[in-house]
């Protein structure tokens, strides 16, 4: 067995022990109890890198079901005195008439409260963004993550900088080149050659 990502394990049957049980010993050496070591020996295990990784406590905004009052749900379904005599007796007579109507169900409301997200940050290098097994299994990743470290979510923060970029330091190096054929053009003057003498000697 050469990897186990998500539940999906890769098996090289080529060797020659493939085929056979094997039976060892194990001893275990130590327990780790730190998290983000645990974080970083679970990367190192399922990616085989070593990532810069941090725990943070985020307040984000979420949206939230807004649980009606049990009482005032009691208070609107038992009336009082005479009008509950009445709308009882009126509706012993609607289901006589077999005229009964479905009560239309209040729309669900929502609102917006503030919530704290225990999170695991991961710096995203560019050995990441390409890796193989990132790019095919990061969310089973990320859900065995969360759930041996006990977090609420992940984030792989990117950071661009602009120092790695090439392209605008070899553009300046053009426009210098653009820039110096003012430079050019007036040493071909002092040079005072003949466009005629020229032609004549390329013939």
């Known amino acids: 067995v050469e990897t186990i990502i998500g539940g999906r394990a890769r098996v090289d049957f080529n060797p020659p022990l493939a085929g056979d049980d094997i039976e060892y010993e194990y001893e ?8 983000e070591e645990k974080a970083s020996g679970l990367l190192d295990m399922f990616l085989d890198m070593d990532l810069n990784i941090w725990f943070q ?8 079901l807004v649980e009606p009052d049990e009482d005032e749900e009691a208070a609107e379904e038992e009336p009082e005195g005479e009008d509950a005599d009445a709308e009882s007796g009126e509706d012993a007579e609607e289901e006589e008439e077999g ?5 239309e169900e209040p729309e669900p ?8 997200k225990d999170s695991l940050y991961i710096e995203a290098t560019p050995e990441l963004t390409m890796n193989q097994q990132w790019m095919m299994q990061k969310q089973q990743i990320g859900q065995q993550l969360i759930d041996l470290l006990g977090i609420d979510r992940i984030v792989v923060q990117e950071t661009i ?5 090439g392209m605008p330091g ?8 653009g820039g ?4 050019i053009e007036e040493a071909l003057e002092e040079a005072d050659i003949d466009a005629d003498d020229l032609a004549e000697e390329l013939e």
């Open 170 to 177: 070899m553009m300046g190096g053009m426009g210098g080149m």
């Open 180 to 183: 110096g054929g003012g430079d």
């Open 28 to 35: 275990v050496v130590d327990v780790v109890e730190d998290r």
């Open 57 to 64: 406590t985020d307040t984000v905004e979420e949206e939230q």
């Open 99 to 103: 005229e009964e109507k479905d009560e």
């Open 109 to 116: 409301e929502f609102e917006t409260v503030e919530v704290e």
């Open 161 to 165: 900088d602009g120092s790695g970029m």
